[in-house]
């Protein structure tokens, strides 16, 4: 590697001597294997997330599936505002990476179960006709 001044480094992409690749060269391919791995697994994470959306407002009760969506956005806003720098400078952006989709695919099995747990079903509309306290509980409680 190249020095400019003290401290600063700028990575060679030559080959060695030898003809092998450089640190730089492996170091850099690492870095983008590991970027795809973690914009392949965050968009499956994020598509999965995005789809409870589409049940609140086709399958849920409606009221169920507005208070549910009002709760996770409005808890969002407040979680990045307050919790999430404390979380990151605690376990680091690796960490907090991993626990909110931890905690996103939490909030996928509530709403998978809440969906389930219709009162009654209108097959004609394809939709929830009664909610049951099991929807409240693990949609909007899941939401949180």
């Known amino acids: 590697m190249a020095q400019t001044e003290p401290g600063v480094q700028l990575l060679n992409t030559d080959l060695g001597e030898d003809g092998a690749p450089t640190n730089a060269e492996v170091r850099s391919k690492q870095l983008r294997n590991n970027f795809w791995l973690m914009a392949f697994t965050f968009s499956i994470n994020h598509a999965t997330v995005t789809t409870p959306f589409v049940f609140a407002s086709s399958v849920l009760?409606?009221?169920?599936?507005f208070v549910g969506n009002a709760i996770l956005n409005f808890g969002t806003m407040l979680c990045s505002l307050f919790v999430a720098p404390f979380v990151n400078s605690?376990?680091?952006?690796?960490?907090?990476?991993l626990v909110g989709m931890v905690l996103y695919a939490v909030y996928v099995i509530c709403a998978a179960i809440a969906a389930a747990t219709c009162g009654d079903y209108d097959s004609g509309k394809g939709k929830c006709?009664?909610?049951t306290a099991a929807q409240w509980i693990?949609?909007?409680g899941g939401s949180v």
């Not at 605690?90 to 990476?97: E, H, L, R």
């Open 61 to 65: 009760l409606e009221e169920v599936g």
């Open 138 to 140: 693990f949609f909007a």
């Open 90 to 97: 605690t376990i680091g952006s690796k960490g907090s990476m």
């Open 129 to 131: 006709e009664a909610a």
